[in-house]
């Protein structure tokens, strides 16, 4: 219930409307032309914008939210702290909405290293202190709401302080510096970055609203287990494509540093996912089976479909960030994940009356395959990269995979995922395997120098 509250922040954080991607990719370039004030303008003028949208949804959820309160299902003895903690958790957009912006600028400026860092802190304060707070019975909906709600005001003022420190030398932030004529260059940008926000969310959801109208909230519930895996899984591993986006703007007029850019990630993108995704597909079985219940094991054929994702994602988000970066095809980019959103609805909604939940990650599959060869075609128009090169590196990845993947379908068949322990040790040590085993083998000499170089620039 508490954790319902304060996903509205998830959701109402569409109504960045794209900005946030277009400011990190236009102050990435202002800062490689040196200059400093277009991107101060373009950060303020941002940023008052978002300020204001934060005023205008606090005083809306402080007009109506009795009526919020009244509408949802809450026990008469959680009211009072139930209404307590929305007006928390509106006051809450007041910082957390300018702080996008904020964290657009350190994207821009590749300040990764900064974000991952407070990032980590922040959510190692809120779990220490939510396990205090129930595993050690010192409180209860009340305070761990307020823990949730009341972090990211915490953390938005940290942002704007070490902004104001770190960064007074290249970027000001000031009510005074706004100019309208920033956002109004790069609001066709905006837009169809948006669009491509809300095919996103439509492509991830529109299999939920299906499952649970055709097949039944029990459906529903596997099908959420199964399909958080996959997501696990890539979040454990290093984003590359986060990285490439603010650096891919100076590279603007050198299609063979963007073409080797593009080749270079794909491959380190599958050297990163190939192994633990190929790993988990042989032995989810036995993981479901130990981890959630026996019941569970029937589960790994879904499951085993389910991870395919994974291995397609790669050719997408890659030449996404690039093209996004250099703001070309930006709108044919979006368009088709717009029509790869459809295309999902309309295979899901066939086939689920035929295959059942099979059929709702079918659905998904097809209309992710569809995404990917369109956005290759896009990538290849501008970058002109070679499709032979596109496949051979799946191929070789799997090759080299595939020991990782053996050992790992032997040792789980004698190891017992019940334990929490074993579990993440299990993991961690597949990791670090296929990170040795692919890094060595897999790249060359040079990529593995590229690497290493964007890793330290990147730092995390």
């Known amino acids: 219930m508490t954790l319902g509250i304060f996903s509205l922040g998830g959701y109402l954080s569409l109504l960045e409307l794209g900005f946030q991607t277009a400011v990190t990719r236009y102050v990435a370039e202002f800062i490689a032309k040196k200059d400093s004030k277009k991107a101060s303008e373009l950060s303020s003028t941002s940023a008052v914008l978002f300020l204001t949208l934060g005023v205008l949804l606090c005083t809306l959820g402080f007009i109506f939210v009795e009526k919020i309160s009244s509408a949802t299902k809450i026990p008469p003895s959680f009211r009072k702290d139930f209404i307590f903690l929305l007006k ?64 990211p005001i915490l953390a938005s003022l940290v942002h704007i302080i070490n902004l104001k420190i770190r960064l007074k030398n290249s970027i000001t932030i000031s009510p005074f510096l706004w100019n309208f004529s920033a956002i109004k260059s790069i609001s066709n940008f905006t837009g169809w970055v948006f669009l491509g926000r809300l095919s996103s969310l439509a492509f991830v959801h529109t299999d939920r609203i299906l499952i649970s109208t055709l097949l039944g909230p029990t459906a529903l519930g596997i099908y959420e287990i199964v399909a958080k895996i996959p997501g696990g899984l890539k979040s454990l591993l290093s984003q590359i494509s986060h990285v490439l986006l603010p650096s891919t703007p100076s590279m603007n007029d050198s299609k063979e540093r963007l073409k080797s850019l593009y080749l270079i990630g794909v491959k380190y993108s599958l050297f990163q996912v190939f192994p633990v995704t190929l790993a988990f597909m042989l032995f989810g079985k036995f993981f479901l089976a130990n981890w959630i219940s026996k019941d569970s094991f029937s589960y790994g054929d879904l499951l085993a479909i389910a991870l395919i994702t994974n ?82 590196l799946p191929l070789k990845a799997t090759l080299w995979s595939l020991p990782v993947g053996i050992l790992s379908y032997l040792l789980s068949q004698h190891l017992y995922f019940n334990n929490f322990l074993t579990t993440i040790l299990f993991i961690i040590s597949l990791i670090a395997l296929h990170s040795i085993v692919l890094f060595l083998g897999f790249l060359t000499r040079r990529e593995r120098s590229f690497i290493l170089e964007a890793l330290r620039i990147s730092k995390w």
């Not at 609805?345 to 086939?351: F, I, Q, S």
């Open 88 to 151: 928390i958790c509106f006051i809450s957009y007041l910082f957390q909405f300018p702080n996008l912006i904020i964290l657009a600028v350190f994207q821009g400026l590749q300040r990764f290293d900064y974000i991952k860092i407070t990032e980590m802190i922040f959510s190692i304060i809120k779990i220490l202190l939510i396990i205090i707070f129930l595993v050690f019975n010192v409180g209860g909906f009340k305070e761990v709401g307020l823990v949730i709600t009341s972090l």
């Open 311 to 392: 291995f397609l994602t790669p050719f997408i988000n890659i030449g996404q960030s690039i093209l996004t970066g250099i703001n070309k095809k930006v709108r044919n980019l979006n368009i088709l994940a717009l029509l790869s959103a459809v295309i999902n609805l309309v295979a899901t909604l066939m086939m689920i009356p035929i295959w059942g939940l099979y059929g709702a990650f079918l659905g998904t599959l097809f209309g992710l395959f569809l995404a990917m060869w369109g956005n290759i075609y896009y990538y290849n128009s501008v970058l002109s990269v070679s499709w032979s090169d596109l496949f051979i």
